[in-house]
């Protein structure tokens, strides 16, 4: 047995076991929404999609939690190069009252083509963000992302 100067074990290289035969490796590297995005009535990492929209929930013990889950994933599938408020407290800025008035946008949230980040309207999910992701590969994708179509 060998020790390496703090004192620890140095183990021989050991060769790791093969999977089992019920076990398979993953078959396709991970392709991000952005370039494949889900088909109609898939089922995304805990998400759906109906070919157009995908939509998933993202929550936190603490709403900067949950918005930094959003930015990591936004980033993973493709969509680095969004703008997107600095921080969770800049994303609050872009939450608006409840109180019924006049709005030029109907959702509550930060916008911003082809994401949409919303604040749920139930008060006991104030540390949940849904993020929204359209497919801008969809004729009219402009028109449709805004409701005009």
């Not at 991000?32 to 995908?54: C, H, K, M, T």
Request: proline share 9%; net charge negative; with cysteine.
């Amino acid at each position: 047995m060998q020790y390496d100067e703090f004192g620890f074990i140095i183990d021989e290289w050991v060769e790791e076991p093969a999977p089992a035969s019920g076990e398979a490796p993953p078959s396709e590297p991970h392709v991000p929404i952005r370039v494949q995005f889900p088909e109609a009535g898939s089922n995304y990492l805990g998400g759906a999609s109906d070919g157009w929209e995908y939509r998933t929930a993202f929550a936190g013990s603490r709403l900067a939690y949950a918005y930094e889950m959003v930015r990591q994933f936004l980033q993973e599938e493709g969509y680095g190069d969004v703008p997107l408020p600095e921080t969770a407290a800049d994303l609050k800025l872009f939450k608006k009252s409840r109180v019924p008035q006049l709005q030029l946008f109907a959702e509550r949230g930060y916008i911003h083509n082809p994401v949409k980040i919303l604040f749920p309207n139930d008060p006991l999910q104030r540390n949940t963000l849904i993020l929204c992701i359209y497919n801008e590969k969809e004729p009219n994708h402009l028109l449709r992302f805004h409701g005009l179509a």
